[in-house]
């Protein structure tokens, strides 16, 4: 399907290119290990104030990337704004725009007129930060499974090491949607007296076990494709693209609401109102588009990141980790002011785990706000309810800390 | 794990045997095709009246067979309980009892002090039953994907086919949960004048695209198997278990609600406090749950007979088939009174599918009851809250006609 050219609407960060810069010192992982090198991918927008007081760190998803705004300047053009699906749904999105392009622009949420914005590939990941396709300096080939098995903590410490290069000290803020809300929480929590605000957008504490489960499905659906061949697939002209095109059917589904498919697709056939009586075929629309994404989702993506990644978030815990199984023990130690924001019809990531966020802090006397948004479509809202979110973004944002 | 014999408690229909019967004729199919022969798998429980009015035919759903009551002969006395992975839930059924086993017998909901019940395998089935792994008599061999893609009408033909070789002309009652529910409605839509009574439990009358989607993930996870071999993998020394083992996760997780997986499992770890940083093992108890639900239904079910039955289900629309889209012309016809049961906590088959074909029968002047039984365990609800269904079945049976 051929799309027209995008072009830079009033509000864009213009074009970008995503810079890479190598860590100076291994990092230093919750399983014990180091890490080095370290690449670490990523972009800014806006400019830094000299008193390097504007910084705002987001934080992408599951299957994002360093290039959140603007238009990337890479020739492929590839969109990477359908991380969550939602390429094709709000329409907002062309090739080769970021993935948060909406939310972060002049006198957008994230508005680049007053902030220094800067997004990083994830630690792990697959498109320029290290991550399980990158070369292992012990073999010279890639890391594949011995690449350590990180956490959200790791990701963040690599954030860390990586604005400390950057001569950045504190962020103004730091935000995220979904694993994205995880890490900013996660900031707060590891660097209290680094941080003035967290953003944390269909956010949680820890992944409630219905998306544990969803997880292990999605990761071992990789796995028990014999073309992953125990993760040393690199080179062999082999990726495990039947199994991670699974996975990311099953995270379509979580990503989006009930309702949100019937009213897209209803139970219409393929391009006629008679049933033609075929197994292999998609007959439905809806199986004809899970189909379509997961296609067009293995082309862009590393199998390993996947399970590495998705790992990582089912780990994610702060009550585990920090708290001793105490969620407010964890964030005792907190003094960013937190936004949390929720979607109605998330069931991934549902609000009730954003007011036990809400309700922990506030008991800690912690200054929080939590906006619950009415809106249909699911986990998938953070990258669709953008001018919703917008207004609380900057008013939030705005306040006196 | 070893489990202790079972044993026949009071209500028991006792020991029990599969038999089989070869339809004369050919069976007619939604497709246009003709199948013969066709072999039913059948049980009965309870004796037939000499004027053979007592016969209630129960319909079993996905992965079920023709073993609904009693202790199976069959020495292998396997379980078939584990249909909706209820088996080890509510530890009622133990290895050899049928899967309806708290529901059929004396003084159960199906009482076979008054009723003849009878169980068939469905078509398509793979536990007795003509189905995608029978011998095709045009080549000798499996009919694997060569097997005629069937609907739940065909299904119901062919009962129909196999009560009149019994000399059964009508029905006091047909009754099935999930795609159970689905027969008993099409039977009182094909053969209005021969049935009596319809109960369906969670059922519904067009499953919602986030159901058809689920499915078409199950169908693509074991077709994307190499070891499928496009369906004829009969003799090879391979089946598809990698791919259906992952479609079973996925169907077991929307048999449950999030909540029965949070009281179940919550987030805790496999016999330890701390993570071991492992990409390939079960972590979580609700990963090894996972993993163990999916081997051990790969080694009782066919692989081919999973993608036909889910295809029929996902096909079974009431309104489009029946109605040119109209539910209520499709239900003009009905002559049964009609008990629908559904759970509150059923996001599968929900409580409004049900409210839909009670609103149309109603609409119409039909004998309509819907109970909607608050319960946690979403849709493996229907069989493991037996308790709370029989007296509503047992009332709802009695009532004159």
New interface residues.
């Given amino acids: 399907m051929s799309q027209p050219a995008p072009t830079l609407a009033a509000g864009s960060v213009g074009v970008v290119e995503t810079r890479h810069l190598d860590l100076p010192e291994p990092v230093r992982l ?2 014990g290990r180091e890490l080095h090198p370290v690449r670490v991918a990523y972009e800014t927008y806006g400019a830094l104030s000299p008193r390097r007081d504007n910084v705002i760190l987001v934080c992408h998803a599951l299957s994002g990337d360093a290039h959140a705004a603007g238009l990337s300047k890479a020739p492929s053009g590839e969109s990477t704004r359908d991380g969550f699906g939602a390429a094709d749904r709000d329409g907002a999105g062309g090739k080769g725009l970021g993935w948060w392009d909406g939310m972060i622009g002049p006198g957008k949420a994230f508005d680049t007129d007053r902030y220094f914005v800067i997004s990083t590939n994830l630690l792990g990941g697959c498109r320029g930060t290290t991550g399980p396709s990158s070369i292992d300096p012990a073999t010279g080939l890639p890391y594949g ?1 011995d690449f ?2 990180i956490t959200v903590a790791d990701m963040v410490r690599t954030q860390r090491a990586f604005l400390d290069v950057l001569g950045i000290e504190r962020l103004a803020a730091v935000a995220g949607g979904s694993l994205g809300g995880m890490q900013a929480l996660e900031w707060a929590v590891l660097y209290p007296g680094q941080v003035d605000a967290v953003v944390a957008i269909a956010g949680t504490h ?5 998306g ?3 997880n ?2 999605a ?3 990789i ?4 073309a992953w061949q125990g ?1 040393r697939y690199y080179g062999t002209g082999r990726a495990p693209d ?2 991670m ?2 996975g990311r ?2 995270g379509h ?1 979580t990503y989006l609401s ?1 309702p949100a ?2 009213a ?4 219409r056939l393929q391009g006629s109102d008679e ?1 033609r ?4 075929e ?1 007959e ?1 629309e ?2 004809s588009y ?2 379509h994404q997961a296609d067009s989702f293995v082309r862009r993506f590393d199998a390993n990141t996947y ?2 990644t998705s ?1 990582a978030l ?2 994610f ?1 702060l009550a ?1 980790q920090h708290g001793g199984g105490s969620l407010a023990r964890a964030l005792d130690g907190v003094s960013a002011r937190t936004l949390l924001i929720a979607f109605s019809s998330d ?1 991934l990531y549902p609000p009730s785990a954003s007011q036990e966020i809400e309700q922990a802090l506030r008991a800690l006397g912690k200054p929080v706000e939590l906006q619950v948004i009415e809106a249909p479509y699911g986990h998938d809202c953070f990258l669709l309810e953008e001018a919703r979110q917008t207004p609380i973004i900057r008013r939030f944002l705005a306040r006196p800390v």
């Fill in positions: 919750d399983c499974p350590p098995v820890a992944l409630h076990p219905q544990v489960a969803w292990a499905i990761r071992d659906s796995m028990r494709d014999p993760g039947a199994g095109g699974i059917m099953v589904i009930a498919l019937e897209k697709f209803g139970r049933i009586y075929t197994i292999t998609a439905f809806v199986e899970l189909r399970l590495y790992r089912t780990y815990d585990r069931w």
